[in-house]
C-alpha cells in the first residue's frame, strides 16, 4: 500500500509543480499590429504609425508600456513624446541602453550639478536657434537683388 | 563446552534474565530507555534522505503524508520559490526600464543628451 502511494506521489506533485509554475510566470502581453492597438494607445503612438508592424516585438511592448502614461502626461510632455519617438524607435538597442545609464547617471548628480547641465543646454538651444536665425536672414538678404 | 552460543540463544537467556530482574530495576531500566529515546528523536534531523529509524518515533506529519512525498513537497515549494522570485525580480527590473524610457521622451533635457 505504502509502495503504491509513494509510487503516485511524484506524478502528483510533478502537476502541482507546473501549476505552481504557471502561476508564478508573469503574463506578459505579446505586441500587437497597428490595427489591433486601442485608439488610446494609437494616439500616444501616432507619430510611429507607418513603421509600428516592422518594430522588434520587444520593442513594441517597451513602447506600448510608455504609452500606458501617455494620457497622464502634461501638454508640454505630451508634445516631447511625440518629437522624440521616431529618433527613439531608429536607435539600436545598445543605443538605448546606453542612452538609460546616462540617464540614470545623470539623476544621480546633485540637484545643483543637474541644474547646472540643464542651465547649459539651455544656452546652447538658444545660441543654435539665433544662429539658424541669421543664417536664414543673411540668405534672404543675399538673394535679394 | 559443547553447546555453542548462538545469537538466539544469548537472547533468550537474555530475556529470561529479564524476566527474574525485579520491580524497581525493570522500572529503572524502561526509565532509561525513554529518556534515550527521547533524546535520540531531539538531535534527528528535520529532513533526512535515509528512512526514519525504527527507534525515532514518526512525527505527525510522517502519519499525514509519506516522508519521501514531504521530501518532494519541500523541494517543489523551493523551485516555486525560486522562479516565483526570479520573475518578481524580472518584472521590477521590466519596470525600471519602462519608466527611464518615458522619463527620457518627456524630460525637459533633449534626448541628445542622452543619446550619442
Known amino acids: 500500500m ?3 502511494v509513494l509510487g503516485r506521489t511524484p506524478d502528483n506533485l510533478v502537476s502541482v509543480f507546473l501549476l505552481l509554475c504557471l502561476i508564478s510566470v508573469p503574463i506578459s502581453a505579446s505586441a500587437q499590429s497597428w490595427r489591433a492597438l486601442t485608439p488610446e494607445q494609437r494616439e500616444a503612438l501616432a507619430p510611429l504609425d507607418q513603421q509600428w508592424d516592422t518594430l522588434p516585438e520587444i520593442q513594441r511592448k517597451r513602447l506600448l508600456e510608455t504609452a500606458k502614461r501617455y494620457s497622464h502626461l502634461t501638454h508640454e510632455q505630451k508634445e516631447r513624446y511625440h518629437k522624440r519617438l521616431v529618433k527613439w524607435s531608429k536607435l539600436t538597442p545598445e543605443q538605448r541602453e546606453a542612452a538609460r ?3 540614470r547617471a545623470f539623476n544621480k548628480l546633485p540637484a545643483k550639478e543637474r541644474e547646472k547641465v540643464k542651465q547649459m543646454v539651455k544656452e546652447e538651444q538658444i545660441k543654435k536657434a539665433q544662429q539658424s536665425a541669421s543664417g536664414v536672414a543673411a540668405a534672404s538678404t543675399a538673394h535679394q537683388p | ?4 552460543l548462538d545469537p538466539g540463544k ?3 537467556l537474555l530475556t529470561q534474565g529479564t524476566r527474574q530482574l525485579d520491580v524497581a530495576t525493570m522500572s529503572a531500566l524502561v526509565d532509561a530507555r525513554q529518556k534515550a529515546l527521547k533524546r535520540h528523536s531531539e538531535r534527528a534531523p528535520v ?3 535515509a528512512p526514519t529509524s525504527a527507534y525515532m518515533p514518526a512525527r505527525w506529519t510522517d502519519r499525514l503524508i509519506p516522508h519521501a512525498a514531504q521530501l518532494w513537497i519541500a523541494a517543489g515549494l523551493l523551485v516555486a520559490v525560486l522562479i516565483a522570485g526570479t520573475s518578481y525580480w524580472q518584472h521590477v527590473q521590466e ?3 519602462d519608466e527611464t524610457d518615458l522619463a527620457i521622451l518627456t524630460d525637459e533635457l533633449p534626448i541628445e543628451v542622452f543619446v550619442d
Do not use: G
Open chain 2, 1 to 4: 563446552m559443547t553447546d555453542e
Open chain 1, 2 to 4: 505504502k509502495s503504491i
Open chain 2, 10 to 12: 544469548i537472547a533468550r
Open chain 2, 95 to 97: 519596470q525600471q526600464i
Open chain 1, 101 to 103: 545609464q546616462k540617464y
Open chain 2, 47 to 49: 529532513f533526512t534522505l
